[in-house]
């Protein structure tokens, strides 16, 4: 139940927070791409390739947090991740990740036009340097405003 709440609202966002660590124990953390969310599985863009990517080469935890702004109700998913450089797979997600960049780039010139807003730049282009990460779900937490945490592990 609550896995569904929180996937509904990353389908809806670009971006998410995630959070990794090295084993030495120092935290990082850094907004991603969200690609797309199939069952228990959540796939982000990394562009940079800095330190996310080489804190999961080594350490494949991670945890995504974000806020729902209707509700104000947090999420937080914890997880395993995959990174996905190469391969049947990778080439499928750069597919998808080309078809993505053509939605979110007429999306942005529709809204400048209809709402009169400009933006610096309505493509949305992303660099041929890419990876993805492949976060499968293990836990949910939703917090609620009164501090209440309710927790579902898969």
């Known amino acids: 139940m609550i896995k569904a709440r929180a996937c509904e609202i990353l389908k809806e966002r670009e971006f998410v927070s995630i959070a990794t660590c090295d ?9 991603k791409f969200i690609l797309k969310v199939e069952g228990d599985f959540i796939y982000l863009v990394d562009y940079v390739i800095g330190r996310t990517y080489a804190n999961l080469t080594i350490n494949p935890h991670a945890s995504l947090s ?6 104000l109700k947090g999420y937080q998913i914890n997880g395993m991740v995959e990174v996905i450089n190469k391969g049947q797979e990778y080439n499928k997600l750069i597919e998808d990740l080309r078809q993505k960049e053509i939605e979110l780039s007429i999306q942005r010139i529709v809204e400048g036009v209809y709402k009169g807003k400009s ?36």
Do not use: C, Q, W
Request: proline share 2%; glycine share 6%; hydrophobic share 40%.
């Open 23 to 31: 084993f030495s124990g120092r935290p990082n953390a850094a907004s």
């Open 66 to 71: 974000f806020v729902d702004t209707s509700t």
């Open 119 to 154: 933006h610096s730049a309505y493509e949305v282009a992303t660099t041929d340097k890419s990876v993805f990460f492949k976060v499968k779900i293990n836990e949910v937490v939703e917090m609620g405003m009164s501090g209440i945490l309710k927790r579902e592990k898969l």
